[in-house]
C-alpha cells in the first residue's frame, strides 16, 4: 500500500524549534518529488516546500524561508522538516505530500499524508 | 506569486444537483498547471483533477475540469451525498505554489 506517515508533532514554545518527519512506504521514494503543505485550524491549504528527488532543487514560501528547512534520506526512505524560530501562527496540521510521477519537479500532489499537529503556543 | 481566488466562498445545493465551481488567477498561466483537490471534515485532501482537466485515478466522471488562462472551473455534473465538501485549486507551474482559498459545498 502506497503510504506517507508523518510525525514529530507536539506542542513548542515560541521561538522553538520541531523537526517533523514522513515516512514513505509502497513505492519507490528516491524517485518522487515531495513537498510539504500545512493547514492552520478551520483555514486552508498553504504550500510550504518542495524538494526533487535527489535533494538539488529545493523551494520554499516566503513565509518560512529562512526558518524551516526541508531534507531527504532516500536509504531511509524518509522527508524531513525542520523548524527553527516557531511562531504561533505555525500552529497547524503539517503533511507531506507525493508529486505525481510526470517527469516534472512541480506537479499535483496524488499521495498526502495523514498530518501532525504543530502547537506553538507558551 | 500567483494568487488564486475561489468563488464561491459557499455553495449551498441538494444532491443531484450540478455543482459550478471557480478559480480565478491573478495572472496567466500555463493551464496545464492547475489542480483541484477536494476536503472532507477531518480527513486528507484528494486530488481530483490535475492539467485543469485530467481526472486523478479512481475520480468518478462527475467530476470535471476546464478553463484556461486565468479562469478555471470545476464542475460536478450530479451531486452525491459524498460530494459535499471543500474543494481546493493549485497552481503548481512555479513556485510558490499556491493555492485558492477553498468553496464549501453544503447540502441545502
Known amino acids: 500500500e502506497v503510504q506517507l506517515v508523518e510525525s514529530g508533532g507536539g506542542l513548542v514554545q515560541p521561538g522553538g524549534s520541531l523537526r517533523l518527519s514522513c515516512a514513505a512506504s509502497?513505492?519507490?521514494?528516491?524517485?518522487?518529488?515531495m513537498n510539504w503543505v500545512r493547514q492552520a485550524p478551520g483555514k486552508g491549504l498553504e504550500w510550504l516546500s518542495h524538494?526533487?528527488?535527489?535533494?538539488?532543487?529545493?523551494y520554499y514560501a516566503d513565509s518560512v524561508k529562512g526558518r524551516f528547512i526541508i531534507s531527504r534520506d532516500n536509504a531511509k526512505n524518509s522527508l524531513y522538516l525542520q523548524m527553527n524560530s516557531l511562531r504561533a501562527e505555525d500552529t497547524a496540521v503539517y503533511y507531506c505530500?507525493?508529486?505525481?510521477?510526470?517527469?516534472?519537479?512541480?506537479?499535483?500532489?496524488?499521495?498526502w499524508g495523514q498530518g501532525t499537529m504543530v502547537t506553538v503556543s507558551s | 506569486e500567483i494568487v488564486l481566488t475561489q468563488s464561491p466562498g459557499t455553495l449551498s445545493l441538494s444532491p443531484g444537483e450540478r455543482a459550478t465551481l471557480s478559480c480565478r488567477a491573478s495572472?496567466?498561466?500555463?493551464?496545464?498547471?492547475l489542480a483541484w483537490y477536494q476536503q472532507k471534515p477531518g480527513q486528507v485532501p484528494r486530488l481530483l483533477i490535475y492539467?485543469?482537466?485530467s481526472r486523478a485515478t479512481g475520480i468518478p466522471d462527475r467530476f470535471s475540469g476546464s478553463g484556461s488562462g486565468t479562469d478555471f472551473t470545476l464542475t460536478i455534473s450530479r451531486l452525491e451525498p459524498e460530494d459535499f465538501a471543500v474543494y481546493y485549486c493549485?497552481?503548481?507551474?512555479?513556485?510558490?505554489?499556491?493555492f485558492g482559498g477553498g468553496t464549501k459545498v453544503e447540502i441545502k
Open positions: 505530500a507525493r508529486v505525481r510521477d510526470s517527469g516534472r519537479y512541480l506537479d499535483a500532489f496524488d499521495i
Open positions: 509502497g513505492f519507490t521514494f528516491s524517485s518522487c518529488e
Open positions: 524538494i526533487s528527488s535527489g535533494a538539488t532543487i529545493i
Open positions: 495572472q496567466s498561466f500555463t493551464s496545464t498547471y
Open positions: 492539467g485543469a482537466s
Open positions: 493549485q497552481q503548481y507551474g512555479s513556485s510558490p505554489l499556491t
